[in-house]
């Protein structure tokens, strides 16, 4: 920081958790400004009218912006900032807040929040974590947890058309309706170990440990090591992947035999015209390609 006064945008979605937490982003903004920053509030009825308010804010250097909702907010801000090297700060008030969870950042109270952030300001604790930057035919969107391919990506699209239940129990609820619909899915790999064509039940390429409100998809995952982790999943029965997910919330799974973790800076997916997610967002349909972005993202925490 350069001056007394930081100036901080507070990027809120009103919509987070379906409006249980509506008023926790106006309360952060309020505490804040308390604490004497100078403080702009965003609040808009869209992703795209959210984008471009927040992208003119960044324009003028704030000292931060905070995003207070989930994991789709903050796939927002973090599009937003670009390389503008403009810090950000977490919130968590969404379903997954899985970004949240990978920089050990909890729910609290907006007081709490406020001073941690200032706080954090003053004694300026900010690290750089690394970015995915995945590309489809419909265009390209970074990504700071995970994109997903088969049938995690449709347990994403099934979830987000959810609105009951709240938090992370509703990715669970998703996951049990998508096992009727279950099937493989045949793609091709290509990364540096070469081109790899096998029928999968999903792949997910991972630069945060957590996807799914939890789920440690990715245990080894480091989001500063500058690289990726994709984890591939060979095709299974429902009742055997009903059996797999209680231990992908303990991140015991990937001592499985259907279950390949390789560690790459680059990749590319192509199959069939199926929807990928980054983010629990949809990108687009395969094919995708995802590169690590190393120490792309400022981030107070």
Do not use: W
């Amino acid at each position: 920081m350069t001056h007394d006064e930081p100036r901080i945008a507070v990027a809120i979605n009103p919509a987070s958790s379906f409006g249980a937490y509506a008023m926790v982003g106006l309360r952060v903004a309020e505490e804040l400004a308390s604490g004497g920053a100078s403080v702009i509030t965003i609040v808009e009825s869209s992703a795209e009218q959210l984008s471009g308010a927040l992208r003119r804010e960044i324009s003028m250097r704030p000292d931060l912006v905070v995003a207070v909702g989930g994991d789709g907010l903050v796939s927002i801000v973090i599009n937003a900032l670009g390389d503008s090297n403009v810090p950000l700060a977490i919130v968590p008030t969404g379903t997954g807040n899985d970004l949240a969870r990978g920089l050990g950042i909890s729910r609290e109270k907006p007081d709490a929040a406020a001073a941690r952030i200032l706080a954090g300001l003053r004694a300026d604790s900010i690290r750089h974590i690394d970015l995915g930057l995945a590309e489809t035919p419909q265009g390209e969107r970074r990504f700071a947890g995970a994109v997903s391919v088969g049938f995690d990506a449709r347990v994403n699209a099934r979830a987000n058309a959810m609105r009951r239940p709240r938090g992370a129990l509703r990715y669970v609820i998703a996951t049990l309706k998508e096992l009727l619909g279950l099937r493989p899915l045949e793609v091709t790999i290509i990364g540096s170990h070469g081109s790899d064509a096998r029928p999968v039940t999903f792949v997910t390429i991972a630069n945060n440990r957590y996807i799914g409100g939890g789920m440690m998809i990715a245990p080894d995952a480091d989001l500063s090591n500058g690289c990726l982790d994709v984890v591939t999943v060979a095709p299974l029965g429902r009742l055997k992947l009903l059996a797999f997910f209680p231990r992908v919330f303990a991140g015991t799974h990937t001592a499985l035999e259907v279950i390949d973790v390789t560690r790459v800076h680059d990749v590319s997916i192509s199959g069939p015209a199926v929807d990928a997610y980054a983010d629990g967002e949809r990108l687009g349909t395969l094919p995708v390609t995802v590169t690590v972005l190393p120490r792309a993202l400022a981030v107070l925490a």
